[in-house]
């Protein structure tokens, strides 16, 4: 007895059936938000003091923080402010110390951005910090010491050592006030920058005679409330004739320096002379108290008057750097001058990549354009050191683009087909514009999920098989055998036999087939008199829907 399957239908008798998933595919979508929320707080709050209430200022209830999985993502300083979901509120997390934070810039604030997924939102917050007046004015020695010849003329200058305040605004330092003396008038200068600083001027001729040392003080006071001071001690000593003072020829040296010059480099020579003779005219240079920020970059040769890097300079701090400088003769006159240094960038900083959102996997049929992460890109450089271009590298089916200023979306270009390529090792190019352009990299892994979008197919288009009549019931006639490259229940195939008659007699009559591996089995013996071939159909399925 011979036992057939054919192929039939369009040149088939094999017939093939599989569901199709129905997918449903949520697209991140980045929503633009032009309005910026923005909350001012003072410094120094306790932790977990309330900064504003996230929910009611964007107008989301409780319910889509949750569900969107609202969070605070990349920013600056983000660790000083934790996000209440569970509330809708914004607090302190960290305690904020304004001057560690911004120094002496103003306003000082901080921004980062909130995050909700699904859809996905995107809302930048500003943080402003706003100062009190928790320091006072200091001195950086507490005392000072002048030598000044007896035939110092009328109105001779002394610039005396700056106070540093390291708050801002009406808490900074304010004014200076020298005690009460028949000899000295102080005269207070704005640089600006809006620093302050004092000088002594001779009032009265000195006689060191009658009184060959003076004993000052110098009170810096702030502007605050309460009101804070600080004082330092000065010291003068009466000398014999000195008749002239050093006199700079130039009241401003202005000069350019890049960032990152090495220590030692030349920046300006700075020239003060004095037509006294011998050593009364020798004059020798001094740095004069800088602000905390910018003190200890430059240093001065005292005998010729050259200013050299002292440190490392950053661009990205200071841009513009001014201090003064005094040049002193051996009788104890001095003069002063003011040094104006601008800072020129260098491309010295890379691009930074931080991943706002990334989702793997994602559904092999997601249409063209779906989203699958955003990304936010900052370069701390300026101008076109600054600028930044993103892009894929290598062959894939994905492209980066921009939505809004320093964020982008990672997407797809192209179908995607998990049983051809089942993930992808995407890797973005981050390159600024600076000359050298200095680039970051960042790989991102993707898996794609799998949908039902292949039907079984079996190994042969016709099986048969030759059995002898009398063979026993559950006699194994024949094996099929169908594939799918789907995974999981998608893959799984199972087998039925078609329903169809043999000699009057259901085909299930005659032989069974094993859903799980495909075994043709004898139901009953066959008798050859009665039937010489039995034809029919075995249907593969998988287990998708």
Known sequence: MELEEQHRGGGERWRMRHLK?????????????????????????KTGSLVGNIAQDLGLDLKRLRSGRARIVTGENIQYTELQADKGTLIVKERIDREQLCGDVTPCSFTFEILLENPMELHPVTIEVLDVNDNAPTFQNNHLEFEISESAALGSRFVLESADDADVGQNDLQNYVLTS????VLKQ??????????????????DREEQPRLSLKLLAVDGGNPQRSGT???????????????????????????ENAPKGTHVVTVNASDIDSG?????????????????GLFEIDEAT????VAKEIDFEKDRKIEFRIEAKDQGGLTDSS????????????????????????????SPLGTTVGIINVKDLDSGDHGQVRCRIEGNVPFKVKSNVRNYYALITEAELDREVIPEYNITLVATDTGSPALFTKKTFHLKLSDVNDNAPVFTRNMYSATVAENIAPGFSVLSVKA???????????????????????????????NAETGVIQAVRSFDYEQIKELIFVVKAQDGGS
């Not at 938000?33 to 909350?39: N, P, S, V």
């Open 21 to 45: 998933e129905l997918c449903v595919f949520l697209f991140l979508c980045l929503h633009l938000t032009k309005a910026q929320i923005r909350y001012s707080i003072q410094e120094e709050l």
């Open 189 to 206: 200068h704005v640089n600006p920058d809006g620093s302050k600083y004092a000088e002594m001027v001779l009032q009265k001729s000195l």
């Open 305 to 308: 008057g050259k200013i050299f």
């Open 483 to 513: 594939k799918d490259p789907d995974e999981n229940q998608n893959a799984r195939v199972s087998y039925v036999l078609e329903e169809c008659q043999i000699g009057g007699a259901l085909i299930s009559e005659y032989v069974s087939i």
């Open 338 to 365: 003011k040094v104006e240094i601008e800072v020129i960038d260098v491309n010295d900083n890379p691009p930074v990549i931080n991943v706002m959102s990334f989702t793997s996997p994602v559904s092999e049929d």
């Open 232 to 258: 330092v001690n000065i010291a003068i000593i009466i000398l014999d004739s000195n008749d002239n003072a050093p006199v700079f020829n130039q009241s401003v040296y202005k000069a350019v320096v890049t």
């Open 279 to 295: 050593s009364n005219g020798l004059v020798t240079y001094y740095l004069s108290k800088s602000k905390a920020g910018t003190a």
């Open 181 to 184: 003396n028949e000899n000295f």
